[in-house]
């Protein structure tokens, strides 16, 4: 592929943007006093500030490198992970399960853990937590170099090591503030940048009706043109839920309930409501009512983004299938299937002139930096306070921690650096990881919703809950393959094969939906056999039966959460009923 | 809160516009716009932005007098 060409114009944009996100950084400097100021911005910032952050951290790489390629590959089936993934989840998040993070003295999730069950529940979270967090930032790190190698030529180390750079001092020098109001500027950069690629997309195709049109012959002739196994509905890429009825219909490979239960219920449930990297941002707003409308707030905008990472993928497979004006198209990898992973950055170079060029490639950056930055500001609160503080060295002046965090910032930053060239030289290993982390938090939700809505549950209950919710997800990868899996990467890894999945998709969600249900139900059998350790008194405040409801005061009627929360899910649900 | 991000964006925005609107200006009927299907988009993006830019730093200047005001009635 040949680099796309980028002029003096579009480096001064890209400058201009670097240089206002250090600003930033610089200006919080004098904010940060304690270590609450630094990890947990002294719970100070206003909902909107944060709700747009709470999303904001999410569009990072994985996003939109990732939802580009499968709004490709599976048409309009991929707002899933937003209408019915997300949307729900982010709604629990505010109406139920904000007032016990908020509301206990928790400073994350883990934390809340501890406060709820017991040291070795958390323990077993933190840690986990930790080292994710690490390596997604060090993929993201490596995604983003190697997006800059292929698509400007740039050098991959020199890309690895000023992004790294860019966000370590903004992130150290302002902590999680900084890191919340960059994410704010990169959200608001991140719409500007793909908007008019998404326009020009649009319009080179005939506009929604040119698409819907070249969608069609891209699913009747689907083996010609994306090398599936069979062919399709003629509007299988533009209906989300008409073709649910069995895998083999949709190109996605899922039935209904498996994707209603594992991805609408347990990933998107477990991923929103119980990850501290986006909860640590409702945790940084000024007051409860703030909090608990942060996820709700960040779910309108949330509700739009399939509109600028998965309609761009859309358009490009149908101009794949049929060209437009401009003779846009997918390449193809020298196997000679299509490289859909850099759809996105691909459609920027192709359809803007220098000058949006540069604002497009800088939306692209400020993406990958706020997913990297969420993951370091996550990983030093949670280093900090869940593992130095309590098993290092506890009860030092406020001084130390502070320090530890700044350390903890910096070292995070190198080691994600080092992940990142890990995921360059051993692609496996990166894989691998994933697959790890996918098993660990798959049942993650229901050790929450047990604490938080049933006193009865008890430490022991939750930690080996989890853990048996962690092998389980193992086993069942290790059981079942996706249909026409190479590797044993995909499963399978335990001898026999007893079930094949139609997809890779399928089978994420079956996992994760085994893994929930097993996690439930030995948290229920052992609470039950063992003895609560904590009084009713103690878990005030953490759980739903023992803490007072909360009454709004000087707030509109309409911005209640709950309320906001009804307006959200009528709002999704006239999207999914739309593109039905 | 101690700093208002409204005004990193607002100022951010408004530089972008106007550099991408000139720029536009500029460049008008130049080949280069081939890619984007003779539409300059340069031009359109940089009102946009610039647009969006200053109804920020409206907002954020609103939002400072009247903290002022507020400041000096205590």
Same mark, same amino acid.
């Given at each position: ?580 | 809160?101690?700093?208002? $991000?409204?005004?990193?964006? %607002?100022?951010?925005?408004? !530089?972008? *516009? ?7 200006? /500029? ?13 300059? $988009?340069?031009?359109?993006? %940089?009102?946009?932005?610039? !647009?969006? *830019? ?7 200047? /609103? ?12």
């Amino acid at each position: 592929m040949p680099h796309i060409e980028i002029g003096a114009i579009d480096y001064t944009i890209m400058a201009i943007y670097v240089v206002f996100v250090l600003g930033i950084g610089f200006v919080l400097r004098r904010y940060m006093k304690t270590s609450s100021d630094f990890l947990t911005s002294g719970k100070s910032i206003p909902a909107w500030i944060t709700g747009l952050a709470f999303i904001s951290t999410n569009l990072g790489a994985l996003e939109v490198i990732g939802m580009g390629a499968s709004g490709a590959k599976y048409g309009i089936a991929t707002c899933h992970f937003y209408w019915i993934g997300a949307i729900p989840a982010m709604v629990f998040l505010g109406v139920f399960m904000m007032p016990f993070y908020y509301g206990s003295k928790a400073r994350s999730v883990p934390e809340y853990l501890k406060l709820r069950f017991d040291e070795k529940t958390r323990g077993f979270n933190a840690i986990s937590f930790a080292v994710m967090t690490i390596f997604a930032s060090g993929i993201s790190m490596f995604a983003m170099a190697k997006l800059m190698q292929i698509l400007l030529g740039w050098d991959f180390t020199m890309s690895i090591f000023i992004s790294a750079v860019i966000v370590l001092v903004y992130t150290f020098l302002g902590g999680l503030t900084s890191a919340i109001y960059n994410e704010v500027l990169q959200f608001f950069l991140i719409v500007a940048g793909f908007i008019p690629v998404v326009f020009l997309g649009l319009k080179d195709a005939g506009g929604w009706s040119g698409v819907q049109q070249r969608l069609q012959e891209v699913a009747i002739n689907a083996p010609a043109i994306t090398g599936a196994a069979q062919s399709y509905a003629p509007d299988a890429w533009t209906k989300s839920w008409s073709y649910m009825g069995s895998p083999s219909s949709n190109p996605m490979g899922v039935e209904w309930f498996g994707l209603v239960m594992g991805l609408g219920f347990v990933l998107s449930f477990g991923y929103w409501c119980t990850n501290f990297l986006v909860v640590q941002r409702a945790m940084a707003a000024n007051s409860m009512s703030a909090a608990r409308r942060t996820p709700l707030i960040g779910a309108f905008p949330k509700m739009f983004i399939p509109f600028l990472v998965i309609l761009p993928g859309m358009i490009a497979i149908a101009l794949t299938a049929h060209s437009g004006t401009s003779g846009f198209s997918i390449p193809k990898l020298a196997d000679g299937t299509l490289d859909y992973n850099n759809t996105i950055p691909m459609m920027l170079g192709h359809y803007l002139p220098s000058g949006a060029l540069g604002l497009g490639l800088t939306a692209l950056m400020a993406s990958f930096m706020s997913g990297m930055a969420g993951n370091v500001t996550a990983f030093n609160t949670v280093w900090t306070y869940d593992i130095y503080q309590t098993y290092i060295k506890p009860g030092q002046s406020d001084k130390h921690y502070l320090r530890m965090g700044h350390i903890a910032t910096v070292f995070g930053t190198i080691v994600s650096m080092g992940a990142a060239y890990m995921a360059a030289g051993f692609n496996n290993i990166m894989d691998f990881l994933q697959l790890i982390f996918a098993f660990v938090n798959a049942p993650l939700f229901a050790t929450f919703l047990l604490g938080m809505f049933w006193k009865r549950a008890t430490g022991h209950g939750a930690f080996i809950g989890l853990l048996s919710g962690t092998l389980t997800a193992a086993i069942h990868h290790g059981l079942t393959i996706p249909a026409g899996a190479q590797s044993l990467i995909k499963g399978g890894w335990l001898g026999s094969v007893v079930h094949t999945y139609p997809s890779e998709m399928a089978q994420n969600f079956w996992t994760a939906t085994f893994a929930w249900t097993v996690c439930f139900v030995i948290t229920i059998l052992v609470s039950l056999a063992t003895h609560r350790t904590k009084t009713d008194d103690d878990l005030k405040g953490l759980v739903y039966s023992l803490t007072p409801r909360i009454k709004e005061t000087g707030v509109a009627w309409y911005a209640s959460p709950a309320a906001l929360g009804v307006i959200v899910l009528a709002a999704a649900l006239v999207l999914n009923i739309i593109f039905w | 809160m101690h700093a208002d $991000i409204r005004f990193p964006i %607002g100022l951010l925005f408004s !530089i972008i *516009g106007i550099i991408l609107t000139v720029y536009g200006f /500029v460049t008008s009927g130049a080949e280069m716009y081939s890619h984007s299907l003779n539409i300059n $988009i340069n031009l359109y993006s %940089g009102i946009c932005l610039l !647009i969006f *830019g200053g109804v920020m730093l409206c907002m954020a200047i /609103v939002a400072q007098k009247k903290q002022k005001a507020e400041d000096s009635k205590k």
